[in-house]
């Protein structure tokens, strides 16, 4: 805070130099120690000397003490621009499994759960996503991925990988979407890992390794299919 103190110092060198300004701001000579003086009084007696060009400073110092402005947000990609992400993926749901031979299953996966991505070339931020699948323990998976986002907008994509416990990595090919996906094309890939598998076929993970990329196409009249 600005004390008393240093504006009347400030306004006795600069009155001593205009000597009108003196006379229509006091007579008297001000003295830098009069406590009879507030900070609202000392602010008066300049604004009546030094009319407009004060109050013009005045709102110039009120402007930059306030709120800076918001950091403009990165354009949105144009049609046929590469745009890379990362992210995390939890999901959690059934898993029906039947034999296939002494060392051989298949199962049926069903997962729902939440995404978010990562990195200036990201898609969007959050999506709930929804997961269907097969997986053979010999050939591997085979399944189809719906991410939907807060405005209700989805993107789809296949999704292909070994299925096993110790090959587990999983590609997924973007098909297109709705909305502002509409004629998104891209790839992404991430290894999964169980941290419940109940024997009544509860099961919970999560991607390690998310990363992909994407690129924003001509849509068509009738949007994507998925």
């Known amino acids: 805070m600005i004390r008393p103190s240093s504006i009347l110092q400030t306004l006795t060198a600069f009155t001593s130099s205009v000597p009108e300004i003196r006379y229509k701001m006091c007579p ?6 009069d406590s009879s003086l507030t900070t609202a009084s000392v602010a008066l007696l300049v604004v009546r000397a030094l009319g407009r060009s004060v109050m013009v400073a005045l709102a110039l110092a009120a402007t930059a003490c306030g709120p800076s402005a918001e950091p403009a947000k990165s354009a949105a990609p144009a ?12 999901a959690a749901g059934s898993r029906r499994t039947i034999s296939l031979g002494a060392d051989r299953r298949g199962s049926i ?10 990195g200036p070339g990201r898609p969007g931020v959050g999506f709930r996503s929804d997961v269907i699948a097969l997986v053979d ?15 209700g907008d989805r993107v ?24 502002r996906y509409a004629g998104v094309t891209g790839s992404y890939e991430f290894s999964w890992r169980f941290v419940i598998e109940a024997e009544d076929g ?20 009738e949007g994507a299919k998925p």
């Open 28 to 33: 008297q000579p001000i003295q830098p120690g």
């Open 79 to 90: 049609a046929g621009e590469w745009r890379e992400f990362e992210g995390s993926w939890n």
């Open 109 to 118: 996966i069903d997962l729902r759960g939440s995404m978010l991505l990562a």
């Open 137 to 151: 323990s010999e050939t591997g998976l085979i399944g189809r991925s719906v991410w939907t986002d807060e405005k």
């Open 156 to 179: 789809f994509s296949e999704l292909k990988g070994e299925g096993t416990a110790a090959k587990n990595r999983i590609t997924g090919t973007i098909l297109g979407g709705t909305g």
């Open 202 to 221: 509860s099961i919970q993970g999560s991607a390690v390794g998310l990363k992909g990329r994407f690129q924003v196409g001509q849509p068509s009249a």
